[in-house]
């Protein structure tokens, strides 16, 4: 299968530094330990161009700086101290803990680009990544989805907060959908949310039967108590079981009662993106 490697083809964050070690010359950096606390995860990623720049986010500019410094004169893979219990004695983490730092020059890039593979097809994939002593089984999810439906300007605006934040995003608005029937072409796996931004709420109850029936992590339809009391009723009524609309998530966001379809959009983005983090950190 050809996958497009290009580092600007990739959009989740998390992938930057594994798309880029599928390229001749870049070394990656892999956290595999942490002591105290760190504002990343174990896992997290660098990876270091041959010109030394560096693509992923460690939180710490002199901390990836230091790694691109160190991979220049690493010959094979090493576990590497930083911060804390460090050889280093004139490097410290601002958190004061200590990191353990998987440094390979030249990791392997079949399994690099077979991973990244298996994240375009949707499917997630764990990596080793071993030095010794060090080992971490490395899992990468497919990227978040949100696929919305609606009208008006909270579809407008959500499109448009998504596109910014470089969050994939499918958009169907009335003039792609038929009143009664389910969406076609539309694939709900477990990376993906579902949204309903509808006013007229006649057009939802096709729509969420088909998503709450598929594997959605997240299932959320705009409204005010009583749009959601005659939602559950016409649900029940078209046989939907109870245990699939307890998954309907309403009202949608973290901010309650959103009076702008761009507060409505952060909020709604805000609790999908949080649900999508709660898995990535489970994984």
Known sequence: MLVDITIEAVRDEDHLALAAACQPGVGLCTIVGIEGSFSRRLGAQLAVLPDGTAVGDLADSCLENQLASDMAQCAD???????????????????????????????????????????????????????????????????????????????????????????????????????????????????????????????ELALLQQSLASDAFYIGAQGGEKARSDRTLALAARGVPEEQIARLTSPVGLMPACKSPRTLALSALSEIVGRYEEMRAFA
């Open 77 to 203: 893979r090493r576990v590497e101290r930083y911060g804390r219990g460090s050889r280093t004695i004139d490097f410290r983490l601002p958190c004061g803990g200590g990191l353990d730092i998987l440094i390979d020059p030249s990791p392997d890039r079949a399994a690099c680009r077979s991973a990244l593979g298996a994240l375009r097809a949707r499917r997630p994939v764990r990596l080793p990544f071993d030095c010794g002593d060090h080992r971490l089984d490395r899992t990468y999810l497919p990227s978040l989805k949100l696929v919305a439906f609606g009208e008006g300007p909270e579809l407008d605006a959500m499109a448009s907060l998504c596109s910014a934040l470089k969050v994939d995003v499918e958009v169907y608005s009335k003039d792609d959908l038929t009143l009664g029937q389910a969406a076609r072409n539309v694939h709900f796996d477990p990376w993906t949310a579902c949204l309903l931004l509808f006013h007229d709420h006649e057009w």
